[in-house]
């Protein structure tokens, strides 16, 4: 089944406890990117990548890392965790930037 | 930098009528992608249709239709024969494509209830 798996779902954590958000996707997509969903915000793109080893900053890139290492994965790194960054996040692939983007089920963080 | 504009934070339709959700957007670019997503209470992110600029048709996708009006740089989605599965989150969405490094910008979301 073509599907983008992300982990953990749900993650409550303390202030500057490194974590990182995995995802992966099974479609040989080359576009990935990652999304966070605050309430009356709407999605924000925080990093997308083109392809492995291009990524590049979204509107949101402040205290987050990326690396596309493989094509197949894109994960998500909080380096320094804050408050301000419990929200819900997404991760999503497409074939190519323009085309339909496959999001996966979402991973709820919270920072204490 | 490109934004997207969704006025209508809550709005509700009759089961079997039809509802449209308004949507404009702002940029200088020529060529890009418009798109529709439905967030239902699950939190799942489903694509409802997609527009490509340069196409001056209107898409359709079954019940789900598009008014894009290029030069007012409106993008509005009809829901016809709304059904109780529709209540969901729906989330106007801009892509720009001229040098394929231009982020997904998204609206703030319209909350649309279907009534029986």
């Known amino acids: 089944e073509a599907q983008v798996t992300q982990n953990p779902r749900y993650l409550i954590t303390v202030t500057g406890k490194k974590l990182t958000v995995t995802c992966s996707q099974n479609?040989?997509?080359?576009?990935m990117s990652w999304y966070r969903q605050d309430p009356g915000l709407g999605l924000r793109q925080i990093y997308y990548?083109?392809?492995?080893?291009?990524?590049d900053k979204g509107d949101v890139p402040e205290g987050y890392k990326v690396s596309r290492k493989e094509k197949r994965n894109f994960p998500l790194i909080l380096e320094s965790p804050s408050p301000n960054q419990t929200s819900l996040y997404f991760c999503?692939?497409?074939?190519?930037?323009?085309?339909?983007?496959?999001f996966g089920p979402g991973t709820r963080l919270t920072v204490t | 930098a490109q934004t997207v504009t969704q006025s209508q934070p809550e709005m509700s339709v009759q089961e079997a009528e039809t509802v449209t959700l308004s949507c404009t957007y702002d940029?200088?670019?020529?060529?890009?992608?418009l798109f529709w997503y439905k967030q239902p209470p699950s939190r799942q992110m489903i694509l409802v249709i997609r527009?490509?600029?340069?196409?001056?048709q209107n898409a359709t996708e079954n019940r789900f239709s598009v008014n894009f009006q290029k030069a007012a740089k409106s993008f509005s989605l009809k829901i016809s024969d709304s059904q109780l599965g529709d209540t969901a989150m729906y989330f106007c969405?801009?892509?720009?494509?001229?040098?394929?490094?231009?982020?997904?910008?998204f609206g703030k979301g319209t909350r649309l209830s279907v009534i029986a």
């Open positions: 999503a692939s497409s074939l190519s930037p323009g085309g339909e983007q496959y």
């Open positions: 479609m040989n997509h080359e576009y």
């Open positions: 990548s083109m392809n492995v080893e291009v990524t």
């Open positions: 940029t200088s670019e020529s060529n890009y992608y």
């Open positions: 527009q490509e600029a340069y196409k001056q």
């Open positions: 969405a801009f892509m720009g494509w001229n040098s394929g490094n231009t982020p997904l910008v």
